[in-house]
């Protein structure tokens, strides 16, 4: 089974405040996603790569930026939290290439007061 | 370009009776199709899929799904609901070629609740 690891699960934060959100996987699957959640909207990408060095923005990518610089981290960093980034964010990543079949990470749920 | 409209956002059903979700897709292309499931404060898990094979998709748990073309629908269903599928369910579409993770579109999602 592909393992996904989020760091942190919760975080509490202030307005204008830098976050930085890690997701591990135990595998060397190519792709990795960021996507949040709220109530009503479903889930909306942020950013994706598919490959070390390798990102592309996703639907909802303004004000967030991603590293990719080993295979299995993905990092998502908010550079000056807002309130409207309050969110549960899931990494995810693609078990097969281009077959929209992703595994999920638990989430990290994220307030910014 | 694509969507995809969960018609229902709550659905309450006993257990033992049947499940019906329903979702309406929008695709320029031959669509891939899919419908994930959310339990509470999990991430979310594959349940079945749909790739312009059988039109009829058995997924995890008894869950199936029917893709069909000319009512633009893949709609969710299970015989007999059970106190463990009470969660929320995602149906979401890809039109890229082979249903490219960078283009999945997800729906608002529906809540099934399960009374005893």
């Known amino acids: 089974d592909a393992g996904i690891t989020q760091s942190p699960r919760h975080k509490v934060t202030e307005t204008g405040t830098p976050v930085t959100l890690r997701c591990h996987q135990t595998e060397n699957h190519r792709y990795m996603y960021w996507y949040r959640q709220d109530p009503g909207h479903g889930l909306r990408l942020i950013h994706y790569?598919?490959?070390?060095?390798?990102?592309d923005k996703g639907e909802v990518s303004d004000g967030y930026s991603v590293s990719r610089s080993k295979t299995e981290d993905f990092l998502l960093t908010l550079e000056s939290a807002t309130s409207s980034q309050t969110s549960v964010y899931f990494c995810a990543i693609g078990l097969y290439a281009n077959t929209g079949e992703l595994f999920f990470g638990e989430g990290s749920r994220l307030t910014v007061l | 370009a694509q969507s995809v409209t969960q018609l229902d956002s709550h659905v309450s059903v006993s257990e033992g009776t049947p499940v019906l979700l329903r979702c309406n897709y929008s695709s320029s292309y031959s669509p891939s199709l899919f419908w994930y499931v959310q339990h509470p404060n999990k991430g979310l898990q594959l349940l079945l899929k749909y790739t312009s094979a059988a039109t009829l998709v058995k997924g995890i748990n008894g869950f199936e799904a029917e893709f069909k073309k000319s009512e633009t629908s893949f709609h969710l269903t299970k015989p007999s609901a059970h106190m463990s599928d009470a969660a929320e369910y995602f149906c979401?579409?890809?039109?890229?070629?082979?249903?490219?993770?960078?283009?999945?579109?997800f729906g608002k999602g529906t809540k099934l609740s399960v009374k005893p």
């Open positions: 790569s598919y490959g070390v060095k390798d990102t």
């Open positions: 979401v579409v890809s039109d890229s070629p082979g249903g490219s993770q960078g283009n999945l579109i």
